[in-house]
């Protein structure tokens, strides 16, 4: 296993459309346990998507939990309901963090590690891990949902939790 560098803006894979994974083998599976890695050298953060380390692919993985990771390919988001103000950050935008709207609730599938459907309803941390990594997949930061620039505060203003 390896730790990979987090990739930061404007690295231009962070706004590319990540590939589906067709097939889950060897490869993709190391690709897996690498983010896992990579994602614990990182303390105190949730979340971490494939495009992240700089492979362009339809993988996350989430860690909220303490007992297990989440690992979700071709994750989607399939239902969204309600509307929460939070606290957000990201690997790839360092030491920033802003207030933007995300859904009190998600419902999501995708497929996990064995290539096993998976449905996730989850709300609160999760649910908002589940949407910012599936952004990730789609090219789409937190940033993005800011009406300006402006509203990024520097880390060490306050907390922020970084997904």
Same mark, same amino acid.
Request: glycine residues 6%; contains cysteine.
């Given at each position: 296993?390896?730790?990979?560098? #987090?990739?930061?803006l404007?690295?231009?894979?962070?706004?590319?459309?990540?590939?589906?994974?067709?097939?889950?083998?060897?490869?993709?599976k190391?690709? #897996?346990? %690498?983010? =896992?890695?990579?994602?614990?050298?990182?303390? &105190?953060?949730?979340?971490? $998507?494939?495009?992240?380390?700089?492979?362009?692919?339809? #993988?996350?993985?989430?860690s909220?939990?303490?007992?297990?990771?989440?690992i979700?390919?071709?994750?989607?988001?399939?239902?969204?309901?309600?509307?929460?103000?939070?606290?957000?950050?990201?690997? /790839?935008?360092? &030491?920033?963090?802003a207030?933007?709207?995300? $859904?009190? /609730?998600?419902?999501?599938?995708?497929?996990? =590690?064995?290539?096993?459907?998976?449905?996730?309803? $989850?709300? %609160?941390?999760?649910?908002? $891990?589940?949407?910012?990594?599936?952004?990730h997949?789609?090219? #789409?930061l937190?940033? %993005?949902?800011?009406?300006?620039?402006?509203?990024?505060?520097?880390?060490?203003?306050?907390? /922020?939790?970084?997904?």
């Amino acid at each position: 296993m390896a730790v990979f560098d #987090i990739r930061v803006l404007p690295n231009p894979v962070l706004r590319e459309k990540a590939r589906r994974v067709s097939t889950i083998d060897s490869s993709i599976k190391k690709l #897996i346990a %690498d983010m =896992q890695e990579t994602l614990h050298a990182e303390p &105190g953060r949730a979340g971490l $998507a494939a495009p992240q380390i700089g492979v362009s692919l339809r #993988i996350a993985v989430i860690s909220i939990d303490e007992k297990e990771d989440t690992i979700l390919i071709n994750p989607e988001i399939v239902k969204r309901s309600g509307e929460r103000q939070v606290t957000e950050g990201c690997l /790839s935008v360092p &030491g920033y963090y802003a207030e933007i709207t995300r $859904a009190e /609730s998600v419902t999501a599938k995708a497929l996990d =590690q064995n290539g096993k459907p998976i449905r996730i309803k $989850a709300k %609160d941390l999760m649910a908002q $891990a589940l949407e910012h990594e599936t952004d990730h997949l789609n090219g #789409i930061l937190y940033i %993005d949902y800011l009406k300006s620039m402006d509203m990024l505060r520097k880390v060490g203003e306050e907390d /922020s939790t970084e997904l």
